[in-house]
């Protein structure tokens, strides 16, 4: 596998992130109710694992890049970039109530 390769892998978890975070926020502060579409719940519960777990995938294919090519800025920035996701998002998970 191509180093880069491993670099736009993890650029593209963290793009799949921002989408359905993206998603959520714009279905909470708009005055569409998705309840009434059958089946929505499967999907968004689906849709919840895929932006809990993208962060540690590209956190996983981050550090793996570093490894590879530790002198390359990009992989830094992008391991730093996942690094930011995963603690942004457990920082939001900890400090809300409905938990």
Do not use: H, K, Y
């Not at 089946?39 to 995938?57: E, S």
């Not at 956190?59 to 930011?84: D, H, K, S, Y």
């Amino acid at each position: 596998m191509a180093r880069s390769s491993l670099r736009a892998a993890s650029i593209s978890c963290l793009a799949i992130w921002i989408a359905i975070w993206l998603l959520f926020l714009s279905l909470r502060f708009s005055s569409f109710d998705i309840r009434i579409i059958p089946g929505i719940g499967g999907v968004m519960l689906c849709a919840l694992v895929v932006a809990l777990l993208a962060p540690v995938v590209a956190i996983g294919l981050a550090t793996t890049a570093v490894i590879r090519q530790p002198r390359e800025p990009l992989n830094w920035l992008t391991f730093g970039c996942a690094v930011a996701a995963f603690v942004g998002q457990a920082g939001l998970f900890l400090i809300t109530r409905w938990l």
